[in-house]
């Protein structure tokens, strides 16, 4: 069975989990059970679901707690063998878990399926077609503005999911833990794609596992420019290889000061501001950071991580 787990903050106020949630019922693989957390909504998210869909599971968080821990309540309370993560504010293709669930039995070694996303409005354009991470410590989604024309159909370059929409294996979880909490949010789903690489598991990519994403609909702005400018720190500081920091710590070095420097030149926007504090709380938490290295399963070696990684 699936567990297919919607982290949900004013999902009716800001109309997108009744979209999200017929998207769920149209499904062609019917093996799965929906868990929605709500994080301590204040609109009537809880009365819609007990009225509407009282057939779903209902996680309460009586204070917001934020993505990552809304995602581990969910991960707690599942009773599938996988584990499907999915934001509210989505819209999946009825074969979505279907495709999941063959991508699985076609990769046994995976731990995890990268689903792609595309634009709600803009529906022939991709959010992203599975997650990359570059040598010089920068992540991104793949393909991400550009036209579906399946150029971007291969797992090429594929080194996670985008927590938007992916799926995996709760044996997995169970072994390399959920979502960093201290992340709160934003690189999260980054920080698993590592720990799970890290541990030896495969990731496959089903390209028709098709999810339609409203981009930023519950997020973004100052807030996000925030995590992001931080969290990228912290993700390398405790996830990347100790031998290919050696062979690239100038590209990621580069990489962290082009970030400062553009974000210089943006200094009157809010974002940009919300970004250099972020840099500045990225390295004030480094010696934290740098200790939790010791929490990370290891199996894969430099050469193994190395070879899905794409060049900066």
Avoid at 39 to 59: G, H, I, K, N, Q
Avoid at 152 to 175: I, S
Wanted: proline content about 3%; some cysteine; hydrophobic content about 45%.
């Amino acid at each position: 069975m699936f567990s297919v787990i919607i982290p949900n903050w004013n999902g009716i106020r800001l109309q997108l989990l009744p979209t999200c949630l017929a998207a769920l019922d149209r499904q062609t693989y019917r093996d799965f059970e929906s868990i929605v957390v709500d994080d301590c909504s204040t609109d009537d998210s809880r009365e819609f679901l007990a009225r509407e869909y009282p057939r779903v599971r209902v996680v309460v968080n009586e204070k917001n707690l934020g993505f990552a821990p809304s995602v581990n309540a969910g991960i707690r309370a599942a009773r599938g063998d996988v584990v499907v993560l999915l934001n509210n504010d989505t819209e999946a293709d009825s074969a979505w878990l279907a495709e999941i669930a063959r991508a699985f039995a076609a990769n046994p070694r995976a731990g995890m399926v990268a689903c792609k996303l595309r634009l709600f409005d803009k529906r022939d354009h991709i959010h992203s077609a599975g997650d990359f991470y570059r040598v010089d410590g920068v992540p991104g989604n793949r393909g991400v503005w550009e036209k579906d024309d399946g150029q971007h159909d291969d797992a090429r370059g594929v080194f996670g999911a985008c927590g938007g929409a992916a799926a995996y294996r709760k044996t997995m979880l169970d072994e390399i833990g959920g979502f960093d909490e201290a992340l709160e949010m934003y690189c999260e789903d980054v920080d698993l794609n590592w720990r799970a690489r890290l541990a030896g598991y495969a990731v496959a990519y089903a390209p028709r596992a098709m999810v339609f994403h409203k981009v930023s609909a519950t997020g973004g702005g100052a807030l996000a420019s925030f995590f992001v400018g931080r969290n990228f720190i912290w993700v390398i500081a405790k996830n990347y290889p100790s031998g290919l920091w050696k062979k690239y710590w100038r590209r990621i070095l580069r990489a962290q000061l082009q970030i400062t420097w553009d974000a210089l030149k943006s200094w009157r926007g809010a974002a940009a501001r919300a970004r250099l504090r972020g840099q500045i709380a990225g390295g004030l938490g480094l010696p934290r950071w740098l200790a939790r290295r010791r929490e990370v399963i290891r199996r894969a070696s430099d050469a193994e991580i190395e070879a899905v990684l794409v060049a900066s």
